[in-house]
């Protein structure tokens, strides 16, 4: 995948996820956490809104991932706009920014999270991974260790898995300034990520 593409791809999805979805959540339920699906990503609670590859669904009705994030926003029948109050760090689109979805880059996206949310399940038994709209990663906390999947960002343009102690560690092994990422390319399947999970908690918790 082209990742020219992928990022555009990316970008916005978590447009949607933090305007679309995030935001209206919060002004009716008070939660900003969203879900991966298998095929892409939905609310918690209410308002029911979910994006499904490459279009968002919404009171039944199936929307393509295109026009303007305010147009999607109308067709789901929900006021945009992101979270107020709650963060600083945004996604950076505008209502009457373009939405751009590449339909394969949405599928490899979509697989990522699906691939990150059985992972996570396995190694934070018990836990359920949050879908969090202001960077637009999955992840748990387990033992004051951040672990999750990102689909990219200003810091690797390339889907990467993370492990995020709370105190700093240094080595070899932690290779990113938040600590140890691994890119999506060499974690094929949930098998190798529950191995760099499970290997990045014991030396973060090891100290």
Do not use: C, K
């Amino acid at each position: 995948m082209d990742l020219d593409v992928m990022t555009r791809t990316r970008d916005s999805l978590h447009g949607v996820a933090e305007g679309v979805l995030a935001g209206p959540q919060y002004r009716e339920s008070g939660t900003i956490r969203l879900r991966v699906t298998g095929t892409g990503f939905a609310t918690v609670a209410a308002p029911a809104l979910a994006v499904d590859g490459a279009h968002l669904v919404a009171a039944g009705r199936r929307v393509p991932l295109e026009g303007t994030f305010r147009d999607l926003a109308e067709a789901a029948g929900v006021g945009w706009g992101p979270p107020e109050g709650l963060y600083d760090d945004h996604s950076g689109v505008g209502p009457g920014d373009d939405v751009v979805v590449d339909p394969e880059a949405a599928r490899t996206l979509a697989d990522w999270f699906a691939r990150g949310d059985t992972a996570l399940r396995r190694v934070a038994d018990g836990s359920t991974p949050v879908l969090w709209p202001e960077h637009f990663d999955l992840g748990v906390t387990l033992d004051e260790v951040n672990l999750g999947v990102s689909p990219g960002d200003a810091w690797s343009p390339e889907p990467y898995a993370y492990v995020g102690p709370w105190a700093e560690h240094r080595g070899e092994f932690w290779n990113a300034p938040f600590g140890a990422a691994r890119p999506m390319s060499e974690l094929p399947d949930a098998d190798a990520l529950v191995d760099f999970f499970t290997e990045g908690h014991r030396r973060a918790v090891a100290g």
